[in-house]
């Protein structure tokens, strides 16, 4: 599935987590106030096991999931061999406390035309948790790459099978990407987005797809994996500046972080200057600034479970404000182009 044409220009939406503990007011936010593109809520501090990490690694022979979201893992027990054993008995499931968030979003989305979006973490940055608990990088990135495939193939399975009517845009979360070029990830460029790339092929029969990291990367890299739609935070996507140029030119989409998550919330004016700067910037840089308007997408700049809720909920009302007047930038590019 292509994401060209699934929403409009300057769409709203959200990366995932949320601070709330009440499945049901979480899915009924996201429906509101992001109605084109609502994001299925993840509730870490409802439950440890709706973690980025614990909702891919759940069910997974040697991992255990701490009370914080982090993983324990026995690399003896985890290996490929074991984790194909695991697939064969009908791993992976979506029934348990890890995914409370996501059942809540697709009851309530029940009938849905419209697109929604998912996201998972990816398999950089599940290798990178596995090997912080004694896995050699090698053998982690191999057990982490299969599983993310795996579990990827059966949520867009799930969300198929729930809302039938709706087309899928599903996000990789990749914050582990910020390791690239360390000696946590001594991986070359090209197999680094050949592993990223194999995760999107997971989600691309039936999704959309796109990666974010809300830190510094090589972002030459992870638009070779090929998604259709990079997530990154305004200041790292005007240090791209080449990169996002050829990025749109080969009509991909930018989803950009507009509303900090690690310091206070702001307001949108303030927001929405800062956007249109770092587009002036990068047209400066070489985009086309027709291009950085009608291929956009709005959200916070990464989840927001780390704020309390009134101030996560601003956030995202927030995004929705600026989002209808990046709509308006945006049919105001198009008919330059049609002048």
Same mark, same amino acid.
């Given at each position: ?13 959200? %990366? ?10 979480? =899915? ?5 106030? +992001? ?12 439950? &440890? /096991? ?8 759940? #069910?997974?022979? *040697? ?7 982090? !993983? ?13 054993? =695991? %697939? ?9 406390? *890890? ?6 979003? !697709? ?10 979006? %998912?996201?998972?973490? *990816? ?7 596995? &090997? ?9 990135? +191999?057990?982490? @790459? ?16 729930? !809302?039938? #009517? ?40 039936? $999704?959309?797809? /796109?990666? +974010?990291?809300?830190?510094? @990367? ?5 638009? !070779?994996?090929?998604?259709?739609? %990079? ?5 790292? $996507? ?81 995004? /929705?404000?600026?989002? +209808? ?7 105001? /590019? ?6």
């Amino acid at each position: 599935m292509t994401f060209a044409g699934l929403v409009p220009s300057g769409t709203a939406t959200s %990366i995932g987590s949320l601070p709330h503990t009440d499945v049901d007011a979480a =899915a009924r936010l996201v429906l509101e106030l +992001h109605p084109s593109l609502p994001a299925a809520p993840q509730l870490p501090l409802r439950s &440890a /096991a709706e973690g980025m990490l614990a909702q891919v690694a759940s #069910g997974l022979p *040697g991992v255990d999931v701490y009370a914080s979201g982090n !993983l324990r893992v026995d690399a003896s027990r985890l290996t490929v061999d074991a984790l194909l054993g =695991a %697939i064969d008995d009908g791993w992976p499931t979506f029934d348990d406390d *890890g995914w409370a968030g996501l059942r809540a979003f !697709l009851a309530a989305a029940t009938g849905r035309t419209a697109p929604v979006k %998912i996201q998972l973490a *990816g398999p950089v940055t599940v290798a990178l948790a596995f &090997a912080q608990s004694g896995m050699s990088i090698d053998d982690a990135l +191999h057990v982490s @790459t299969r599983a993310v495939h795996a579990r990827a193939g059966a949520l867009c399975r799930l969300v198929a099978e729930r !809302l039938p #009517g709706a087309p899928v845009v599903a996000f990789l979360d990749e914050p582990g990407l910020v390791a690239f070029g360390t000696e946590r990830l001594p991986v070359e460029a090209s197999a680094l987005a050949d592993i990223v790339s194999g995760a999107l092929a997971a989600l691309q029969p039936s $999704a959309a797809t /796109a990666v +974010h990291c809300c830190g510094p @990367t090589d972002w030459r890299v992870v638009t !070779l994996a090929g998604p259709d739609i %990079i997530s990154l935070p305004l200041p790292a $996507a005007v240090a791209a500046g080449a990169t996002m140029a050829d990025f749109l030119d080969r009509g991909g989409w930018v989803a950009w972080g507009v509303v900090p998550t690690d310091g206070p919330v702001g307001e949108a004016e303030h927001h929405w200057r800062a956007l249109t700067s770092a587009w002036c910037d990068l047209t400066v840089s070489g985009c086309d600034p027709n291009r950085l308007r009608q291929q956009a997408l709005l959200t916070p700049e990464c989840g927001l479970c780390g704020h309390g809720r009134s101030q996560a909920e601003h956030s995202l009302a927030l995004v /929705a404000r600026m989002s +209808h007047r990046a709509e308006d930038q945006a049919l105001a /590019a198009r008919l330059a182009i049609g002048a």
